[in-house]
């Protein structure tokens, strides 16, 4: 989708393009007798028309500007990012701009989630617009008083001027303005005219982060609240028989013992209290049924793979005759176990479930979502359901599942009074929602020093391939092209993971086209780029990447890293991808550090567009590089008897500093619309490391985790 | 339950809580201090990282009963305008993405700092290497903890 950088569309138009992309955008207007949004009194406005406002924005009556950010922050950078969208169009300085995390409003916000690197990408117009009608709004109101035409006005940090040089503050006309219809047309900024979008703006709760000011869903505290820790089956396909809590209520602090559905909730006057009663819990459990374990999840996937139980998901020409007539074929099986998220700040949530409402107060990536749940499973009208969202402690995807919300809602409605749900370190890792197993075999056959066909089969549990995969990269480049897919259905909970499907795919893919490019003694950066330019002649309607914008990448990557300079004791390895509708290429450096390969620097390429917030943006980039290098080279998290084998951080090895690469980061200079950043440099950065160990040691590894899974004599 | 006293962020507070309660609760539901933070329990993530008498101290296997006439100092109490050159450099940095396990990484460099004002970089990798960031915002806190020793 291009920006449009003068952009005049209907009032109609307007609307619907706002209920298309990302909601009408209410704008509310507290009008103000003190300066400080801090102290701000707001007046009486039951007689002031809103209905034609379009942002959430407030403004006082000395230009100060209040906006509230829709979406749930959970690292991200959102709650930065999209404030900077509105005030850039609204036309403030970003120093007079306070943000506020806005709270869940099903009638007047849509796509308040976080998730699939979504919030600038669909907030791109509808937040800019919303900016830019209240300015018009604004600049009408002045026009009225000063009997001048709108046209003769301009506006620049908050302050209108007309044509004789007479100045108005957007808090001297706020008033007038919100009585105003809302314009028929409105014209978004050039992008060369930005003075917001582009700039380096720091987290807007940093300085609260620096102080420890509460901000979390851990934090959050209501008069009266108690605090409810769980007891869930340990292991999957187990359900509770019976328990004795009669230990746990000698303890002090603890002040009920609530079974509900196969779990028991220890409710304390404090945190500690809550986790001491639930060690003196004693339940009997029924057997697991079915008793899933590693062993047998990786008999099962391999038997998948080796089978013909397959759903066919593309196939162009006859993979199966190029593979009879090749002169050679490489096949390569690539291997990830199930991960749990770890978000630092263990799963948690707040709820007062009374006759009259429900209140909800944490940390979540689907507030409506849960909200609605919540509403259903109590039998509640959604309009008695308030959901506040506070800042999350990361998410990676197991925050889009409100299991945790739930179970405070269920807890307070059976204690009557309001309840934090606390999970340990323990609960959380133990207690469900993980990235899936998952195993590729994928197989190239080559014939007159060309690949001939390709064929890509997947087996996972609970299903793992997202339906677009099949037409990434190298769909249309190779005539002879299949991917099928298996399942095998667990009773483990399996979630999006960040970089859902892709986090492991791209690895895998990446990896291999490494292993071909050896193979046929080429370039690994010269295979890829020959392949996207035989795709680029072709117009493929189901393909999902913009060859040019991959070669982009792909050649800004191998001039910051000197692709192929030759250093002394420094191996590269490469790898791009396309996913979330960001282009991305990588390259990793490896070293041999007390004989074994570390990595010690990145470079990563990415053509996400307009960079709305560079800062954020490469927060975002590094961090999903490191995260990936950690996940590849440590995670590993297996079942035995249906009972996690893993519950904590002294056998879950999470990647800490000094495993950690410089990561140097490049932004490809465009003005097409933003795209999505929370998730895509992650998923290839496992094959660069791959593909640079190989360089290093002349091992392949394909098993996560890599560390465990180098051969240790090749590297002693 | 029995009366502790505790000298924390130069202040003497009296709560009444068991002896086995780990300092980190004392502080965070009954100090009403939430910015040390509950990460895993046990050691080994550092999120709950203080400083008892200067020493970097994980508060979440320190029992009330253990520290007696020790200060405690929490990310509340490292300074008090919240410009210790750490937390000033977190900021010129942007550091923070989730922000979750900032405060203990601020208060590990900021007692590893008065040991050792001049580090190397090799040295805050080791230094740093006990507190996890899920978010993998290492970069920026080797820049922000070198920023932080050159001012």
């Given at each position: 989708?291009?920006?449009?950088?003068?952009?005049?569309?209907?009032?109609?138009?307007?609307?619907?393009?706002?209920?298309?992309?990302?909601?009408?955008?209410?704008?509310?207007?507290?009008?103000?007798?003190?300066?400080?949004?801090?102290?701000?009194?707001?007046?009486?406005?039951?007689?002031i028309t809103f209905n034609d406002f379009n942002a959430f924005i407030r403004i006082s009556n000395d230009g100060k500007i209040t906006i509230f950010s829709p979406n749930p922050e959970i690292g991200q950078g959102v709650k930065t990012t999209l404030p900077m969208l509105i005030a850039e169009e609204l036309d403030v300085a970003w120093d007079n701009v306070f943000v506020e995390q806005g709270k869940l409003d099903v009638d007047n916000f849509q796509n308040q989630f976080a998730g699939g690197s979504n919030g600038v990408r669909m907030a791109w117009l509808p937040l800019r617009e919303a900016g830019a009608t209240a300015r018009m709004m604004l600049m009408q109101a002045a026009a009225n008083r000063w009997g001048v035409e709108v046209g003769e006005c301009s506006t620049s940090e908050g302050i209108i001027t007309n044509a004789k040089g007479e100045k108005l503050g957007y808090g001297e006309v706020v008033l007038e303005a919100a009585k105003l219809e809302a314009p028929t047309e409105i014209s978004l900024k050039d992008p060369a005219d930005f003075k917001i979008i582009g700039q380096e703006i720091g987290n807007v709760d940093v300085e609260k982060i620096a102080q420890g000011k509460p901000l979390f869903g851990l934090d959050f505290k209501r008069e009266g609240m108690v605090y409810a820790v769980v007891m869930r089956p340990p292991a999957f396909g187990q359900t509770l028989v019976d328990f004795d809590d009669s230990e746990t209520r000698t303890v002090s602090g603890v002040l009920d013992v609530i079974r509900f559905e196969d779990k028991i909730a220890v409710v304390g006057k404090n945190t500690w209290s809550a986790m001491k009663g639930k060690r003196k819990l004693k339940a009997n459990w029924s057997e697991a049924s079915p008793a899933e374990s590693s062993e047998g999840h990786d008999q099962a996937l391999f038997a998948l793979l080796d089978g013909s139980q397959f759903e066919t998901m593309r196939m162009d020409g006859d993979v199966k005759t190029a593979f009879a007539e090749a002169d050679q074929v490489i096949e390569r099986t690539y291997e990830s176990p199930f991960l749990p998220h770890n978000c630092m700040e263990p799963m948690n949530f707040f709820a007062d479930v009374t006759a009259d409402k429900v209140d909800l107060v944490g940390p979540i990536q689907t507030p409506k979502g849960t909200a609605y749940e919540i509403a259903e499973a109590l039998g509640r009208d959604?309009?008695?359901v308030n959901m506040d969202m506070t800042r999350m402690g990361g998410g990676f995807g197991r925050r889009l599942y409100g299991d945790f919300a739930m179970e405070a809602a269920q807890i307070s409605n059976l204690a009557k009074k309001p309840v934090k749900v606390v999970y340990t370190r323990e609960d959380d890792m133990t207690a469900g929602m993980y990235r899936p197993a998952v195993k590729y075999r994928i197989a190239a056959s080559i014939k007159d020093g060309a690949i001939t066909g390709y064929h890509l089969k997947e087996a996972a549990v609970n299903g793992n391939m997202y339906s677009l995969i099949p037409n990434f990269f190298p769909a249309g480049s190779i005539?002879?092209?299949?991917?099928?897919?298996?399942?095998?259905?667990?009773?483990?909970?399996?979630?999006?993971?960040?970089?859902?499907?892709?986090?492991?795919?791209?690895?895998?893919?990446?990896?291999?086209?490494?292993?071909?490019?050896?193979?046929?003694?080429?370039?690994p950066v010269q295979l890829r780029l020959d392949l996207i330019n035989k795709a680029k002649g072709t117009l493929d309607p189901l393909r999902t990447y913009d060859p040019d914008r991959l070669i982009g990448v792909i050649n800004l990557v191998t001039e910051k890293s000197d692709w192929g300079k030759k250093k002394e004791g420094v191996f590269q390895g490469f790898a791009s991808y396309y996913c979330h509708n960001t282009h991305v290429a990588e390259v990793a450096e490896v070293v041999m550090r007390d004989?074994?390969?570390?990595?010690?620097?990145?470079?990563c390429a990415v053509d996400c567009g307009v960079v709305v917030n560079p800062l954020g943006a490469m927060n975002q980039v590094q961090g999903g590089i490191i995260d990936g290098i950690g996940h590849a080279m440590f995670g590993e998290f297996g079942f035995e008897n249906g009972r996690p084998t893993t519950d904590n951080f002294h056998a879950y090895n999470l990647i800490r500093m000094n495993d950690t690469p410089q990561v140097d980061v490049h932004f490809v200079k465009n003005d097409i619309a933003p795209t999505g950043l929370g998730e895509p440099s992650l998923p290839p950065v496992g094959a660069a490391v791959a593909n640079a160990i190989h360089a290093a040691t002349g091992v392949r590894v394909s098993k996560i985790p890599f560390a465990k899974n180098m051969n240790p004599e090749v590297l002693a | 339950m029995a009366i502790h006293e505790l000298k924390i962020n130069g202040n003497r507070q009296s709560v009444d809580v068991d002896d086995d309660t780990p300092l980190l609760w004392v502080l965070r539901d009954e100090m009403n201090l939430v910015g040390t933070k509950y990460g895993c329990g046990i050691g080994q993530c550092g999120a709950c990282t203080v400083h008892i008498d200067g020493v970097a101290t994980r508060s979440c296997l320190t029992t009330v009963s253990s520290i007696g006439d020790k200060a405690i100092t929490t990310i509340e109490g490292l300074s008090a305008d919240g410009k210790h050159p750490l937390q000033e450099a977190w900021k010129s940095c942007d550091v923070p993405q989730c922000g979750y396990c900032q405060s203990g990484q601020i208060m590990t460099a900021a007692a590893y700092l008065e040991k050792n004002p001049n580090p190397s970089s090799d040295e805050i990798r080791q230094a740093m290497h006990g507190n996890i960031c899920r978010c993998g915002s290492y970069n920026s806190i080797q820049k922000a903890v070198e920023t932080a020793a050159k001012s």
């Open positions: 989708m291009p920006s449009t950088p003068k952009n005049t569309i209907s009032r109609r138009s307007f609307f619907k393009t706002s209920a298309l992309a990302s909601g009408g955008i209410l704008i509310g207007i507290s009008f103000l007798n003190s300066c400080a949004p801090s102290t701000e009194v707001p007046v009486d406005i039951a007689d959604m309009s008695t005539d002879n092209y299949q991917v099928d897919v298996a399942s095998f259905d667990s009773n483990i909970t399996t979630a999006a993971w960040r970089a859902p499907y892709t986090n492991f795919h791209a690895v895998a893919e990446q990896s291999f086209f490494d292993e071909v490019a050896n193979a046929l003694n080429q370039d004989g074994k390969p570390f990595v010690q620097k990145v470079t | -």
